[in-house]
């Protein structure tokens, strides 16, 4: 009987965990599409320059001014949050796993899932 239970409870962790991510990556997609689509409604019908490149301006390299921009419907704003969605939906995975492995007591995995997550989140912040 006990476990039935226990075979349960890491069915409903799988169901949660996946659920996670399908939702994560859905929410993800749909802002980088409707950015998209913003940006073609407003930029499609401009020729580009491909002679001199121009790289992002930098209030969409970091998230507050990127939070600040989405709010003014700034196409690169909405696409750029969607891709830090698609980043944080892995991390976001991986820290509910500690609490997944917390409650079943199991030790092991939750050092070892931390320090994944600390490598996760070192390569995100580290990269900015």
Do not use: C, W
């Amino acid at each position: 009987m006990k476990q039935k239970v226990e075979i349960q409870q890491d069915k409903n962790i799988e169901i949660i965990m996946s659920n996670l991510l399908r939702v994560g990556v859905i929410l993800a997609a749909s802002f980088v599409l409707f950015g998209g689509i913003l940006y073609l409604i407003h930029n499609g019908y401009s020729l580009p320059n491909y002679k001199t490149f121009k790289g992002e301006p930098s209030s969409l390299k970091n998230i507050p001014e990127i939070f600040k921009n989405l709010f003014s419907f700034n196409t690169g704003a909405i696409i750029q949050f969607g891709l830090i969605l698609l980043i944080a939906t892995p991390v976001a995975r991986v820290t509910f796993s500690v609490f997944a492995f917390l409650y079943e007591k199991d030790y092991m995995y939750i050092v070892f899932t931390l320090i994944v997550l600390s490598i996760l989140l070192y390569s995100f912040f580290a990269g900015m």
